[in-house]
């Protein structure tokens, strides 16, 4: 029969286990904490957004990025709710195409996965850290932390990124992958809030706002979102800042200067904008901080204003044309500079990683070292918020373990 090694028992290292084991594959994963998919626990808020109606090879990004075209269209959405179906998980729907467990519990995942891995006689070895993988002839030699050895005929490496070490995410995975003679490209802090230095702004800490929020490069936008943004008091977190911060870290890493405009207005167009304006604008004796709560939350109109270098205190009756188009702009077009990225315990992922084209998109095997295995975020590859980055798991990790059969 044959030995399968899983390191990591995580997203992808759960579903590649089962279905090793469902291959006939004697089967063990070796897991560094103290129980499985324990990142997998805080997804989604705990509630688990576990894959998107809407998924497409545009989500995903990295190097290469068709390798996840590649992958999903071989085991994409459809094989993964048959999969989920399968094993009891069946799929509930939210906004933006995003799905849940119909449980909404992240924990209930956690928990049939390790119900059906004890099913299928899956061997899970907690507290066990791989600290070397050794190729020997046809078989590779498994050296734990404890110094433990163990013999296996494939190994499928899916210990992921370094994105939430609170949740175990550490250099690990790379560094096995490394030695192995794999390429890196330098892992890098995705989907996670803004520091911005603009004082000015901390003073909005707590705000939520429908935003359109842009980055730019040299006057090009590079990416956009049009969503909540919460003012925090160090810059912006909230979905829309999620959004564009792969963007902007990709930018400063690389020694740039990217620019990131908020709009407060993003659903109307300038002539409805004016108009509100001047309805809030209509008592000439009112002063302009006063008069912005028409259309602001609280301490928004003197952040506001002062951006726009405009005394909240003068009245609206003095107001001149250059005064109100710098009021304008700071309502649709606050530019400010983001600061270097906030730490990998606050993103969701890691973008960077293990380079792709060493690696095959059907099988997850690795070109260098037959029998090697690769899955989930260790490799080069990242996706947009919204459940796109368990899908990849998922799906990297089920082709792993489809590619395994027992009898050989
Ligand atoms: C707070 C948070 C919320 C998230 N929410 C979502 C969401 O709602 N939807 C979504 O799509 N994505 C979400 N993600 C991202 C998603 O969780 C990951 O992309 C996904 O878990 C990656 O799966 P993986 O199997 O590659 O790695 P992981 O799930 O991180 O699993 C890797 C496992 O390997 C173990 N390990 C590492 N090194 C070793 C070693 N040497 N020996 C033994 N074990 C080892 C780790 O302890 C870990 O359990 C979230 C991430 C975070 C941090």
Known sequence: MKRVAVIGGGASGLIAAHYCARAGC??????????????????????????????????????????????????????TEDFFRSVGIPFTEGERGKLYPASLQASAVQRIFS??????????????????????????????????????????????????????????????????GHRLYEPFPAILPLTVPLKALHRLEGIKWDCGVKVLLKGKTIAEAQEELLFTKYGISGPASLEVSRAVNERILAGE???VAIDLFPAMNGEELSALLDTVFA??????????????????????????????????????PEKRARIVRALRETRILPGGPR???????????VDVDQVHP???????????????????????????????????????????????
């Open 115 to 180: 119900w059906e891995l004890d099913r299928l006689g899956v061997r899970v070895l907690l507290h066990r850290e791989v600290e070397s993988i050794l190729p020997r002839d046809d078989s590779f030699q498994l050296l734990t932390a404890g110094r433990e050895k163990f013999g296996f005929d494939a190994v499928i490496l899916a210990a992921g990124s370094c994105a939430g070490p609170q949740l175990g995410g550490s250099r690990a995975g790379y560094d096995l992958a490394a030695s192995l």
């Open 26 to 79: 004697s089967t063990t994963v070796f897991e560094k904490q103290k129980s499985p998919g324990r990142k997998l626990l805080a997804t989604g808020n705990g509630r688990c957004n576990i894959a998107n109606r809407r998924l497409e090879a545009e989500r995903y990004h990295g190097h290469n990025p068709r390798f996840a075209g590649n992958v999903i269209a071989r085991y994409g959405l459809e094989e």
């Open 257 to 259: 200067t990217p620019e």
């Open 362 to 408: 059907g099988t997850m095997e690795s070109k260098l070292v037959k029998g090697l295995y690769i899955t989930g975020e260790l490799l080069d590859i990242d996706g947009d918020s919204g459940g796109f980055n368990l899908q990849f798991a998922w799906s990297t990790g089920a082709l792993a373990g489809l590619a395994q059969n027992g009898a050989s």
């Open 343 to 353: 730490p990998f315990g606050e993103a969701v992922v890691a973008a960077g990683g």
């Open 283 to 320: 008592d000439g004796g009112r002063t302009l901080s006063f008069s912005l709560l028409g259309i602001l939350k609280e301490r928004m109109p003197e952040v506001l204003l002062s951006i726009a270098g405009v005394d909240g205190q003068e009245r609206v009756e003095t107001l001149t």
